[in-house]
T-cell receptor, first 115, second 114 residues
Framework: DSGVTQTPKHLITATGQRVTLRCSPRSGDLSVYWYQQSLDQGLQFLIQYYNGEERAKGNILERFSAQQFPDLHSELNLSSLELGDSALYFC??????????????FGEGSWLTVV | AQKITQTQPGMFVQEKEAVTLDCTYDTSDPSYGLFWYKQPSSGEMIFLIYQGSYDQQNATEGRYSLNFQKARKSANLVISASQLGDSAMYFCAIAPQGAQKLVFGQGTRLTINP
């Protein structure tokens, strides 16, 4: 158990819909990262938050957004869903803002299927 | 930009044998970290081992060790005395100093045969 909690574990939804994925980081970790894993793209970094502020952005679509709340949990919002958004979405957390010796721990992922 | 190359899409190893999973990387950053993760069929991403670019010694964590050759830009994972439960996808990743994101390789699927 990595200590990073993600919900829901599985989600099936229709095209055009909106979903929210939730993540609770490890106790004491201030950084939260979101990654997408798909068969064609592999593991792609989406976005990072540190202590409530956005710190880095990767290949995140405009239809996607995220935020980190004062209690440090984070949510990834996916809207106007398309079939190609079907993927495993990971949340990860670390103590600091960069790897700098910090280990980055991943949650179990949220499987999203868009039909 | 950073890049990770894992040249072995699949490997088959007999139980109890040692196995080496290859990872080469490309970065122009002087300081960086290298990570290995295991992903079993259940999908979770499990952290295995970390190596900093300025670490003098190769990292070890139980049965896992990292053969770090900085000049060759390689960071191979060595699993000693493999077990059936080691069957999984293995990902190598790099995070340069000052950057927040991990860049992953395509992974190696390891199958341990009894």
């Amino acid at each position: 158990d990595s200590g990073v909690t993600q919900t829901p574990k599985h989600l099936i939804t229709a095209t055009g819909q909106r979903v929210t994925l939730r993540c609770s980081p490890r106790s004491g970790d201030l950084s939260v990262y979101w990654y997408q894993q798909s068969l064609d793209q592999g593991l792609q970094f989406l976005i990072q938050y540190y202590n409530g502020e956005e710190r880095a952005k990767g290949n995140i679509l405009e239809r996607f957004s995220a935020q980190q709340f004062p209690d440090l949990h984070s949510e990834l919002n996916l809207s106007s869903l398309e079939l190609g958004d079907s993927a495993l979405y990971f949340c990860a957390s670390s103590v600091g803002t960069t790897h700098a010796g910090n280990t980055i721990y991943f949650g179990e992922g949220s499987w999203l299927t868009v039909v | 930009a950073q890049k990770i190359t894992q040249t072995q899409p699949g490997m088959f190893v007999q139980e109890k044998e040692a196995v080496t999973l290859d990872c080469t990387y490309d970065t122009s950053d002087p300081s960086y970290g290298l990570f290995w993760y295991k992903q079993p069929s259940s999908g979770e991403m499990i952290f295995l081992i970390y190596q900093g670019s300025y670490d003098q010694q190769n990292a070890t964590e139980g049965r896992y060790s990292l053969n770090f050759q900085k000049a060759r830009k390689s960071a191979n994972l060595v699993i000693s005395a493999s077990q059936l439960g080691d069957s999984a996808m293995y990902f190598c990743a790099i995070a340069p100093q000052g950057a927040q994101k991990l860049v992953f390789g395509q992974g190696t699927r390891l199958t341990i045969n009894p």
